[in-house]
């Protein structure tokens, strides 16, 4: 299921809307000397080497990764942010580790190891969407 054309990403410059219309692309950037990647990819300096990323070549690759670890929260953790919610950290890319919002209503379906993928979620304000966390095999958040 795709999400309305219309809708703009929250925080362009992490993610952008990937060719199937549901799945988003994480943005990072190359270390011109160390070749690691980082995210965000507008991060000042190398998360790695502390490399100047201003000369970066930025790239695009297919959101998602591993879970570590989850917490179902109670409270809204920021203006705007449903609760209860689950959040967890998940491991993007290298060593890189992420807090992320998970796209589930329960935590019975999530273990830690599990692969997940990032796919848009439409926000409550109509015109915009927001990245959200769910197991690679589930196609549409519960
Ligand atoms: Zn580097």
Do not use: K, W
Request: proline share 11%; hydrophobic share 40%.
């Amino acid at each position: 299921m795709s999400i309305p054309a219309s809708l703009q990403p929250l925080r362009p410059t992490l993610y952008r809307l990937a060719a199937d219309g549901r799945s988003l692309d994480f943005f990072y950037a190359r270390c011109p000397d160390c070749s690691r990647l980082t995210f965000p990819a507008n991060a000042p300096g190398c998360r790695h080497c502390g490399t100047p990323l201003s000369e970066a070549v930025r790239i695009g690759m297919r959101g998602g990764g591993t879970l570590l670890e989850f917490v179902t929260l109670h409270v809204p953790l920021a203006p705007g942010m449903a609760a209860p919610a689950i959040v967890g950290d998940i491991r993007i890319a290298g060593d890189l580790v992420e807090e992320g919002v998970l796209g589930v209503d329960a935590e019975a379906g999530l273990q830690p190891g599990m692969t997940l993928r990032a796919i848009a979620r439409p926000c409550p304000d109509g015109a915009h969407f927001d990245c959200v966390f769910v197991p690679e095999n589930q196609e549409t958040p519960q």
